[in-house]
């Protein structure tokens, strides 16, 4: 244990240490904690410098950050308040109890909310303002699971009617029901933040405070003293995204944020420490972090017997129990209470002499008390210059006695029986009977009651109700014909990657009139990489205290600008973090009504492998933007080998239902693309997000064709079609990305060595093929008496002879999953494996998906097909110089 006052150095003796504490009490009383503090400072320098080896420790001891000295008045009607909680806490275990009576097994929490009631309530009485013409109003991240308590509260104020409560759970009953989970997707008027995947919420909050911050600074909103609060659990903080970006916090200084931890030292399967200190863990690791910590641990009741002990037993003697103890402590009774806590010590025994076993078992936790909550929330909002966090510890499942209470299975709890009913009830003063309670009703006082009367007030005094999502944006006008047409008519032979073109076409957009200001280019740590390093002088990099020094190459056109104002999110290495500023700015359109467009480029590898859960929580927000994966393509990127090369992100966009993904092969792709998304999005406020990937290879960018803009957007079209369309030996050849050339190269050999007319189709995204194909089957299949229509693909290749070979640096799932609506047999290519360390060349060898594979595949199908002859095709293997006995790239 990291307790100072554990220790007690031998032949001490208690008179001695009893003077010391005293004349500090004398300092605090005469000269106040400043002094108090100066003076311990400069005994512990005292004590160094004579060579006390002091061990470090970032933990305070085991007590109330706030003693009761400095605890505010409680500004509300307490005995009202605690009589709203207790019909939201009925509510809440009612909506639960209920959804499971209808369907057994349809899940939900009681245990979280009825634990965390208190930290919450405080907040929507007197804490939470809502958005308002004037204010733009606090941002909450509620504890996934304790929704229960979100909707209970709500449906007291009037917002949800019984008939939604009845449906939670169970969202496709006629007039629609409540989602488990926070959910904008599903609940767009209610939700804004989804934060049941554990640890992305924390992460999400430091970076929405850090972007608010952003906005401010760029002159894009008004300063305001708006903060973001963000509640979890403090099992969760074990993800490592909940702690992963807390000195990103601090460094900046964001004091605008505030973290609630919900100390029940419980997690689903049983304690989060049991042999350990959470709460000790947690502000040290905090405290090491620079962030101003509020412990909350006892409730009032305990300060008078804390006022007992001038010898601070009660706090050395708090400091040596594990949380494991603790919890065993809460399911106790009052003597054995007495018996193993107090009796480690006669002193701390005579301390409660005079209390009974029934008022030590009622001794309330620091979070079950809301003036200790009010007192931690008050000092959080006023405090200056890092973030907060409250470490409050409460009881999980409190309240439901036996039927949880404090025990390890509570999490899963979600039926009580009538007894239990009936007791929850009488311990929370729910004014229905013994026969009515066990049917469980749904509880509203009348509207003029005192109860709804008072809520309502406070709600109104406070801006409105929370949580709440509206979008307020008005729409761009997004009429950007001339911005993107230079990127139509190619780069005149002049050899430019893709990743070159979209970093053109960005510098540009930043300098437009309508969404100049608004574009946020995130990066994390790969501005280089991507060619992006002029923008650092011209947009600047972000930075909250601007460029406190001369960078060292500042003599240099592309100097390192960091600026108060810059436009650039130079985030580091945290890919995490950088998705998290995507989502803030992607969904600055319904948090503040502002249309921020993010462009976030990165290692294509990083993002769906790595982060794919963000993009999912992306999703759920309808968070706008463009995420462009950089580098990407299997055999695209050389040398960087297995862990980079990205054959992957293609296919992992497929499950998320809102993203478009395309794979351009071409600059006037990118820019169709790009011009239609913002059109989509900020226009249309269609709820959609981008995925594309740019490749570094450099190639000559052609001219745009006419009227391919649709098929672009759509998923293909023929880029350039066979010289000799009589020819007897037909081929359909399929391309995207850089391996559109290598489909180029095999149309030409095709038709110079083997006399084969093929057309070459650029595919910009198999995805978007893939969904007009199932969406066109679904509407025939439902609507069987009409003309049937026929999906997109089918309708390009109609009329297209011969055989079909697709290629792409993607998984060969690609392809396949849109062949079915395919005229024919189609063949695949494409690079499922490891990558390796090689040249560009020698990976397209080896996962065979280079010219001399692509024509080999098309020569194959027409020898299947009958239309060539095998000594052909065994020429052809000599002359395109295949190793038929290569390894099989899968498993190699
Ligand atoms: C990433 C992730 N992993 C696992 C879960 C499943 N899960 C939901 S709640 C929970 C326990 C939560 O414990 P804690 O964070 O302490 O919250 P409490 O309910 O105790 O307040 C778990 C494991 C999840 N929702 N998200
Ligand atoms: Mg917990």
Known sequence: MDNELSTQPHGMEDVEIQEWLESL??????????????????????????????????????????????????????????????????????????????????????????????????????????????????????????????????????????????????????????????????????????????????????YQARFNRYLEHRGLKPVTDAKVWAFLGDGETDEPESLGAITLASREKLDNLIFVINCNLQRLDGPVRGNGQIIQELESAFRGARWNVIKVFWGSEWDPIFERDNEGLLVKRMGELVDGEYQKLVVSSGAYVREHFFGSDPRLLKLVEPMSDESLRRLRLGGHDPRKVYAAYKAAVEHKGSPTVILARTIKGYGLGEAGEGKNVTHQQKKLNEDELREFRSRFGIPLNDEDCIEVPFYRPPEDSVEIQYLRARREALGGYVPKRSVRTKPL???????????????????????????????????????????????????????????????????????????????????????????ILEEGITEAGSMASFIAAGTAYATHGINTIPFFIYYSMFGFQRIADFIWAAADMRTRGFLLGGTAGRTTLSGEGLQHQDGNSQVLALPVPNIKAYDPAFAYEIAV??????????????????????????????????????????????????????????????GSGAILNETLRAQEILETKYGVAADVWSVTSYKELYNDGNETERWNRLHPGEKARVPYVAKCLADAPGVLVAASDYLKTLPNMISKWMPRRLASLGTDGFGRSEGRASLRDFFEVDSRFITLATLHELFVDGKIERCVLDKAIKDLGINTEKPNPIIA
């Open 25 to 206: 009490d004398s300092v605090l009383e005469s000269s106040g904690p400043e002094v108090a503090a100066e003076i311990l400072e400069r005994l512990r320098a005292h004590a160094t410098v004579n060579g006390i080896d002091l061990p470090f420790t970032a933990n305070t001891p085991y007590a109330n950050t706030i003693p009761p000295r400095l605890e505010p008045l409680f500004p509300g009607d307490q005995e009202l308040e605690r009589r709203i909680k207790s019909l939201i806490r009925w509510n809440a275990l009612a909506m639960v109890v209920r959804a499971n009576r209808v369907e057994h097994n349809i899940g939900g929490h009681i245990s979280t909310y009825a634990s965390a009631a208190t930290l919450y309530e405080v907040g929507f009485n007197h804490f939470f303002r809502a958005r308002t013409e004037e204010f733009e109003g606090d941002t909450v991240y509620f504890q996934g699971h304790a929704s229960p308590g979100m909707y209970a509260r709500a449906f007291l104020e009037g917002r949800l009617s019984a008939q939604k409560l009845e449906n939670f759970r169970r969202e496709l009953k006629p007039g629609g029901g409540l989602s488990s989970y926070p959910h904008p997707w599903l609940m767009p008027d209610f939700w804004e933040f989804p934060t049941v995947s554990m640890g992305l919420s924390p992460l999400m909050a430091i």
């Open 477 to 567: 006008a997004a009429d950007h014909d001339e911005l993107f047409k230079e990127f139509h008519e190619g780069s005149d032979g002049r050899e430019v990657s893709t990743t070159m073109a979209f970093v053109g076409m960005l510098r540009k957009m930043l300098k437009d009139p309508e969404i100049g200001k608004l574009i946020v280019p995130i990066v994390p740590d790969e501005a280089r990489t991507f060619g992006m390093e002029s923008l650092f002088r011209t947009a600047g990099i972000y930075s909250s205290v601007g460029q406190k020094y001369e960078p060292v190459d500042v003599n240099t056109l592309l100097y390192y600008k960091e600026a108060k104002d810059g436009q």
């Open 673 to 734: 693309i790009v011009e239609d998304g913002i059109r989509r999005m900020y226009k249309d406020g269609e709820n959609v997000f981008y995925y594309i990937t740019v490749m570094n290879e450099p190639y000559a960018m052609p001219v745009m064709p006419g009227n391919v803009k649709d098929g672009i957007l759509r998923g293909m079209y023929r880029f350039r079609p066979a010289a000799n369309g009589k020819a007897k030996l037909r081929a359909q050849l399929f």
